[in-house]
């Protein structure tokens, strides 16, 4: 029995289907449960790296899969794009969940290397975050810019306190 990854069907600026909310719900409970476990086994410093990224790197290979298959390649694409862009944005929000959760947290304190996990993570869940306001809205300027307000409302909220 053969297990074939059929990735070409989806073709190049073909729109994919809109996923049932379940599935939003799902990753987002599970993706915020692997997520956390994945960022403190990163920083960890009792923990051997290779447990981290033994468990991150599974993780990420099985939920980068599924988005494939659910979202399409084309959306993916653009994540990874867009997730460039953003690296200081990845590096602050790294920095606030550390100092928040960890005590005596500096981001240099820990080799880049500890950060890859962590961040990868982010990436994947503000990509659901995204996708999840985008299926109810709808593709257009409000959702945008309903996602840029609730990151606004984040990234303000992780600084005040």
Do not use: C
């Amino acid at each position: 029995m053969k297990f074939k990854l059929k990735l070409n069907e989806i073709k190049k600026g073909e729109k994919v289907g809109k996923p049932h909310i379940g599935i939003y719900l799902f990753f987002l409970v599970h993706m915020f449960g692997f997520g956390s476990s994945g960022f403190f086994l990163a920083y960890d410093t009792n923990t051997i790296y290779l447990m981290a990224l033994m468990h991150g790197g599974i993780a990420i290979f099985v939920y980068i899969i599924f988005y494939i298959a659910i979202f399409g390649l084309d959306a993916i694409k653009w994540m990874v794009i867009n997730a460039i862009i953003g690296i200081s944005q990845t590096y602050y929000i790294i920095d606030s969940i550390g100092g928040v959760f960890i005590n005596n947290w500096s981001f240099d304190n820990y080799p880049f290397y500890r950060h890859i996990i962590p961040a990868i993570y982010i990436v994947l869940y503000t990509f659901l975050v995204r996708r999840f306001i985008l299926h109810f809205l709808g593709e257009d300027n409000l959702s945008n810019t309903i996602f840029l307000l609730l990151n606004g409302l984040v990234y303000l909220s992780i600084w005040y306190f």
